[in-house]
């Protein structure tokens, strides 16, 4: 098959290769949450790739305890500093623990027992400096589309996104499915009265059952919740309902077969398309529908994708902390307007200009320049937005009936 | 001078929607896209936006929209071939809450922006 180096990865001592080297800044809870960005903005303002996300409550969720041990030990983060309030539930400690375990650099503190907010962003600093100067020995090894994860997402969609956004991405997904790479999408919620067409593309029949019990949650869920994942922004862009947005937005998917159903920080086992579901087994959270594109970015991201496309038709600004974001459009108006955010300008697939071919041929080219260190517009702007969410989920056992 | 086309593109062959491709004003319009069983000329009965969806045939209340050759909701009055079609004609058979939208402003009836 195709043996082209895709780029030169930064290689993790558990075997993954990623194509960012980023220091983490992990706050445990809100709290602590000032500090870690302080430290981050030192760096940010030097133009060293430092970045935090965290958990904001002082509770524990299972969940977010497994996504942000995903993102300690992400391939695109090289090292961890986790700071903590003192009180909390969730632990420093084991946080980073676990991205010591998989060969990261890796530092915890209170900064409580550090003594404040001054002499915590004084000690914080001095940590991710040393880890900084450390990182610089990661060494460089060759990447191929096999050892990438990509993720899709759409995001302020109209009526472009189905027509060409999305069906670039699913070009992109063809062919990354196609030379032995991994593809992960989701928005169940946008896939509503698609059950026959997304059931018949299951691997097996046991996948074929398990997205059908992903569908039938996210249709209880939605109803009981009295909120489809379709809002005024769509609809003045000239999408009527759910079903028909959701069409558009499933075609992002591409056409090969779906290997498997993932719940929250769950790994693909195998190359090929997968599919993430991100509702909640449990319990009514509004989880699914607050700041809903980059938390559901941040969920790709913790399936392991180096990298997400934000296909968007009314416009999109916005980032993740750890994997650069690629924004594209089919609006040739929302492109001339937002050309500073949207990387990628799909609309001559909908004038007739480009064909779907020597399109997605550019956009792997871009995918590679970005692999390669090349910025995001996204990144350039210094977006890196994201909350994480309380959710319920059980990776192990789908239940098969909701009592929403 | 003369008009440019007004375009209006067809997904899949069933469609019986199309989209406009630019602010459509009421008279003739092209179909282009998948328009294989149609002629290629029609005329708006009425301003279609960019983005939005113009009938290619007369619809009765109930009847299935289809674009991209799958249902995406139902006429909720009787639709004649050109018209316009949105939240003011037809409805999800999924999501409640969005029929009940105001058609024209597309804001929500059931949340108050009211002080107390």
Known sequence: MNEKILCQGYQRRDGTKGIRNKVLIVFTVECSKYVCRKIAEYFQNIGEDVETIGSHSCLHNQVNIRRMLKYCTHPNVG?????????????????????????????????????????????????????????KNVPRIPMYIQDLVIGGECGGSDFTSGLAGNALIGSVFDYVADHGGTAVFEELSEGIGLKDYLVSRGIDDKVKQDIANAYDKTVDFCSAYGQFSIAPGNMDGGLTTIEEKSMGAMVKSGRRPIQSVLKIAQSPTRKGVHLLDVIPDEKLEPAHFIAADPSDMLDLIAAGCHIVFLVTGRGHVVGTPISPVVKVTGNPRTYNRMQDDIDFCAAGLLDGTESMSDMTERMLKKLRSICCGRLTNAEKMGHREGILYFNYQDPVNVPKCWQF | ????????????????????????????????????????????????????????????????????????????????????????????????????LDPVTVHAKDIEYKMY
């Not at chain 1, 946080?95 to 890796?106: D, H, I, N, P, V």
């Not at chain 2, 469609?15 to 004003?25: F, I, R, S, W």
């Open chain 1, 79 to 135: 090292g961890v500093l986790v700071i903590g309030h003192g009180c909390e539930y969730t632990y420093p400690s084991m946080l980073a623990k676990e991205a010591e375990r998989s060969g990261r650099e890796a530092a915890w503190f209170y900064q409580q027992e550090a003594g404040g907010t001054k002499k915590s962003i004084i000690r914080g600093i001095t940590i991710v400096q040393d880890m900084l100067d450390k990182l």
């Open chain 2, 1 to 100: 001078m003369k008009k440019m086309d007004q375009i209006c593109y067809i997904v899949h062959k069933t469609d019986n929607v199309a989209t406009a491709m630019e602010d459509v004003t009421a008279g003739d319009i092209k179909l282009t896209g998948e328009n294989k069983n149609r002629k290629g000329e029609m005329i708006a009965l009425q301003q279609i936006p960019f983005g939005h969806k113009v009938a290619l045939c007369d619809m009765e209340e109930g009847d299935q929209i289809l674009k991209y050759g799958v249902c995406i909701g139902i006429a909720t009055k009787k639709i004649r071939k050109g018209m316009h079609v949105h939240l003011h004609n037809m409805k999800s058979a999924y999501d409640f809450r969005s029929a009940q």
